[in-house]
Antibody
Framework: QVQLQESGPGLVKPSETLSLTCAVS?????????WAWIRQPPGKGLEWVGS???????YYSPSLKSRLSMSVDTSKNQFSLKLSSLAAADTAIYYC???????????WGQGTLVTVSS | DIVLTHSPGTLSLSPGERATLSCRAS???????LAWYQEKPGQAPRLLIY???SRATGIPDRFSGSGSGTDFTLTISRLEPEDFAVYYC?????????FGQGTKVEIK
């Protein structure tokens, strides 16, 4: 059973950097899938943030590319997100998910709410 | 970016009725790389349909998808109580991948 679990701070100050980690269990992160972050502002729709492959290749949303960094740790079977220069508009539930190169997200974490506020 | 527009925004129906949800793309979605998700409060989205018309593993056959190019449809043949939720389409044929804003299916 593939499981993903997000972790990170629930509250971050404006202008700071958000760091989130997604721990994967029941499946090797090196087994050929891509690993993604998707976010959802309160009461709004879903937005793909970016994806990473186990070799470190990354694909970022153009709207976030200048502030975004993703990494993968195959030894811990987890991947991470860093989003800098946070603003209130970055307040959202952040989900991690799995997908193939041209296939939709099939397994998702439960999501973690991140609030940007002073 | 490909913009996906759902219609209607809200659908008010009774259990047992048929639900027809539309997702229209601002440009053609290559290879019909269009998926549908169901989202319930406090839960992660659940993949229902991929490739416009293929049901994901474990999805009941009352859910069906159709369409190509720019016009796609999700049909729920007979609404069960657990089907009242928000439905999103996702296109994964062009970068960046984009979601629609969703259709809420509510109990009438």
């Amino acid at each position: 059973q593939v499981q993903l679990q997000e972790s990170g701070p629930g509250l971050v100050k404006p202008s700071e950097t958000l760091s989130l980690t997604c721990a994967v269990s029941g499946y090797s992160i090196s087994s050929g899938h891509y690993w993604a972050w998707i976010r959802q502002p309160p009461g709004k729709g879903l937005e793909w943030v970016g994806s990473i492959y186990h070799d470190g290749s990354t694909y970022y949303s153009p709207s976030l590319k200048s502030r975004l960094s993703m990494s993968v740790d195959t030894s811990k079977n987890q991947f991470s997100l860093k989003l800098s220069s946070l603003a209130a508009a970055d307040t959202a539930i952040y989900y991690c998910a799995r997908h193939l190169v041209v296939a939709p997200f099939d397994y998702w974490g439960q999501g973690t709410l991140v609030t940007v506020s002073s | 970016d490909i913009v996906l527009t759902h219609s209607p925004g809200t659908l008010s129906l009774s259990p047992g009725e048929r639900a027809t949800l539309s997702c229209r793309a601002s440009q053609s979605v290559s290879n019909s790389y269009l998926a549908w998700y169901q989202e319930k409060p406090g839960q992660a989205p659940r993949l229902l349909i991929y490739g416009a018309s293929s049901r994901a593993t474990g999805i009941p056959d009352r859910f069906s998808g159709s369409g190509s190019g720019t016009d796609f449809t999700l049909t729920i043949s007979r609404l069960e109580p657990e089907d009242f939720a928000v439905y999103y389409c996702l296109q994964y044929g062009g970068s960046p991948w984009t979601f629609g804003q969703g259709t809420k299916v509510e109990i009438k």
